[in-house]
């Protein structure tokens, strides 16, 4: 970049507060500056950190582009705004921030966790092995953010470390998740499952899918980690043309029936289900299970065996659920197989993981009531955590409050309440989405929280309001229901608020 002192503008925003942090770690000087003031700006502690970096908060001042020799404005900042003019005038060069990707690339290994479900514990559990083992690797540092679509992945692989380990998602557009792996140079691409989800852009389920297996597109992807029992995840290599490393991950466990689910060839495979459509599976066109390199067998509510090319290694999981299983073999597929991690120092810190906050969180437990909450936004992930506390506890009965707005549109609520009247003993329909199907869900214990017939306007994955989370809780505690899960983004924003109405209705902290 043209000389060393460099304006990034909207540095309360998550983008350019990591192309800040970014330079910032090349020690050039960054003055960031936002329209935001002191108290609006959520993201401004990061950028304390750098002796380097330089806040201006509450406007652009003329004297700031007097100073800078290059300006790196917001991606969302139109060319002839004053910030552009005023970069004219005094003879800044402006950046893109693709301009600054292409000058700084990452200069460390890359894995990249795509998938439907299960993508932020993988990632959680890869960064917590690489930690325990002695590798530094940073995340975005984004409070209250995933940071996983767009240019925040590929920011996120040039902050420093030993590794860079990222979560790329998808709203269901094609070309979102190539964009964001080309530019973070991703080596080492894990595809955990696909299942519906986020098909109010993709329209349907085959596009989706198409969009989850664009991992594997980017030339300097060299190695892929993939799910054998998902046939969509193990016919995209040749669905896009990868010609890397294959590594197969599984679990090993009793199905609990058999589903069809679409494949490739246009046909449908066979699917002998551990979790919602992942399973052991065969489609007519001869796509059938491969044998996985890495496999979790004799699984416990207390962990598993790993059962791997170098052997056989006990891991102790203190996370619940299947799902947690399959998480941490992938996880343990990617240290071995890419990182060159030793298997057994893999295993052992496997076993020292305390898991994602919002994913089955235990926010109370006072002995007599459970109540926990889970970011679970569509059915197989609503389904593999009631199937998960069914297991972990077979002797109380299960609430399952429903703060969702299926990204699937009314067919996936209707779903998710379908699903969850199979599993929980009573459910509790507390979004406005919930509400307007629950005439066409044939279950006698589905009812609807007193505000679910509220609007309320989805926000991305937040699909309920703090009232109809809260009166959705409320619903539950008074069905007598022992162990009670709150599914959704709603649930994780108003964690707090569930907190206090617990210590209201309950008494003491539980």
Partial sequence: MQGRTVLVIGVCGPVCNLVARVLAERDYHVIASDVKDEEECELLDPLLEYPNVEVVLGGHPEWLFRRADAVVPPPSLEEGSPPYRLARRYGCRVYEVEDVLERIPPTRPVVGVGGT???????????????????????????????????????????????????????????????????????????????????????????????????????????????????????????????????????????????EKECWCGGRAEVREILPWVGDFRCECGLETPSPDYLAVDVSLDGFTLACPEGEFEVGLPVMGLHNVYNAVAAAAVCIEFLDLDPEEVARALGSFEGVEGRLDVVWDDGERVVIVDYGHNPAGVEATLRCLRQAYPDRRLCAVIAVASELGPEGDREILERAARIADRVIAASHACYRVLEEVGADNVVAAESAAERFEKRGTLGASREQVLDGLRAALESGCEVIVVFGEAALKFKEDVLRELEEELGEEG
């Fill in 117 to 259: 479900n299960g993508k932020t514990t993988t990632v959680a559990m890869i960064r917590h092995v690489c930690r325990e083992l002695g590798l530094e690797v940073r995340d975005h540092g984004l409070p209250g953010m995933q940071g996983n679509v767009g240019y925040l992945p590929p920011l996120q692989a040039r902050l420093p470390g030993d590794v860079s380990v990222l979560e790329i998602a998808t709203f269901g557009e094609r070309g979102e998740i190539l964009e964001a792996a080309r530019w973070a140079e991703v080596e080492c691409a894990c595809l955990t499952n696909i299942t519906p989800d986020h098909l109010n852009k993709a329209g349907d389920f085959r596009t989706y899918a198409r969009c989850e297996i664009e991992l594997l597109e980017p030339d300097s992807v060299e190695v892929a980690v993939l799910n054998a029992q998902d046939p969509l995840v193990v016919g995209a290599p040749e669905e896009v043309g990868f010609e890397g490393e294959v590594v197969y991950f599984g679990v090993e466990a009793e199905p609990v029936g058999t589903v």
